[in-house]
């Protein structure tokens, strides 16, 4: 089976830094992606680490370390349209899952 | 850019009734999949299929079915909608040749069952 751990709610102020942390549990693993969505759109597409270490995508970087099964998303420089729910989803055979979701608060 | 259409953005159906959703994408994707996003509970698989006339059962497929006639079309079919099946329903996209494992989404539907 499959299952992904990630915190529910982060509160940050704009032009700080927050990470979003993800643990997943995952037969056959291939990558970990990361998705946003606000509210009443669909989610889009952030990342996807297929190998260890950073990827970095403008003021977005993403983490996987395989050997702890554990990822994140890194948002740095925060602005209030960051305002969203953030999703990781690790990928197996054919099919990804998907973690419930962060919401994150940013506050001016 | 990559279109991912869902034929509606929001539906209203009685319980018993058959309810079909509809979803099409224009970039000749091979995979296409059907999720179901409820608060709290965030995206789960229903059904996903790697190519036309195949299908694959996702985490929560009972009272669903789906079809794939043709590569850019992918149906879900609620045989006898229930009230435990209002929810919001996403389709998505991908193809694997991009290497990174992007999956393309349309902008929902969201069903009510009365």
């Known amino acids: 089976g499959q299952s992904l751990e990630q915190p529910s709610e982060v509160t940050a102020v704009e032009g700080a830094i927050v990470q979003i942390n993800c643990t997943y549990q995952t037969s056959g693993f291939y990558g970990l992606s990361w998705y946003q969505q606000h509210d009443g759109g669909a989610p889009t597409f952030l990342s996807y680490n297929a190998l260890d270490g950073l990827e970095e995508t403008g003021r977005f970087s993403s983490f996987l370390s395989r050997s702890d099964s554990y990822g994140y998303l890194l948002l740095q420089e925060l602005q209030m349209k960051d305002s969203a729910s953030y999703f990781c989803a690790a990928r197996g055979s054919g099919k990804s899952t998907f973690g419930d979701g962060t919401t994150l608060t940013v506050k001016p | 850019d990559v279109k991912v259409t869902q034929s509606s953005r929001y539906l209203v159906k009685r319980t018993g009734e058959k309810v079909f959703l509809e979803c099409v994408q224009d970039m000749d994707h091979e995979n296409m999949f059907w999720y179901r996003q409820d608060p709290g509970l965030g995206l789960r698989l229903i059904y996903f299929?790697?190519?036309?006339?195949?299908?694959e059962k996702g985490d929560i497929p009972e009272g669903y079915s789906v079809s794939r006639e043709k590569k850019e079309r992918f149906s879900l079919i609620l045989e006898s909608a229930s009230t435990n099946q209002t929810s919001m329903y996403l389709c998505?996209?991908?193809?694997?040749?991009?290497?990174?494992?992007?999956?393309?989404f349309g902008a929902g539907t969201r069903l009510s069952v009365l």
């Open positions: 299929s790697y190519d036309v006339k195949m299908k």
């Open positions: 998505a996209s991908r193809t694997l040749g991009d290497g990174k494992n992007i999956q393309y």
